[in-house]
Nanobody
Framework: QVQLVESGGGLVQAGGSLSLSCAASRRTFSNYAMGWFRQAPGKEREFVATISWSGENTYYADSVKGRFTFSRDNAKNTVDLQMNSLKPEDTAVYYC?????????????????WGQGTQVTVSS
């Protein structure tokens, strides 16, 4: 079992920045690829970014590419999502997720564990 706790959400104006963090409970955190997903009201959960267990490979949704940066620190059991140049359409609940293995994956079905989510609101 892996417990994931997100933090860092909040309210920001368009063009601003936020940094989300996700802390994992398991000491074998480095055995998991990680992902960030988001869900806006009335919409399906969508992929944001994923990172391999080594941190060497990252993959981003086209909508956030060039604005968001996904990183991990296996010594601290944490992953971070730095979000810059935020837009109102980035408003959503953001979820951290973990999947067993090294491979990055861009669909929610591929993930085994989920955090509770953190709200990000971008005002225009």
């Amino acid at each position: 079992q892996v417990q994931l706790v997100e933090s860092g959400g909040g309210l920001v104006q368009a063009g601003g920045s936020l940094s989300l963090s996700c802390a994992a409970s398991r000491r074998t955190f480095s055995n998991y690829a990680m992902g960030w997903f988001r869900q806006a009201p009335g919409k399906e959960r969508e992929f944001v970014a994923t990172i391999s267990w080594s941190g060497e490979n990252t993959y981003y949704a086209d909508s956030v590419k060039g604005r968001f940066t996904f990183s991990r620190d296996n010594a601290k059991n944490t992953v971070d999502l730095q979000m810059n140049s935020l837009k109102p359409e980035d408003t959503a609940v953001y979820y951290c997720a973990a999947r067993v293995g090294n491979n990055t994956y861009a669909h929610p079905r591929g993930y085994d564990y989920w955090g509770q989510g953190t709200q990000v609101t971008v005002s225009s």
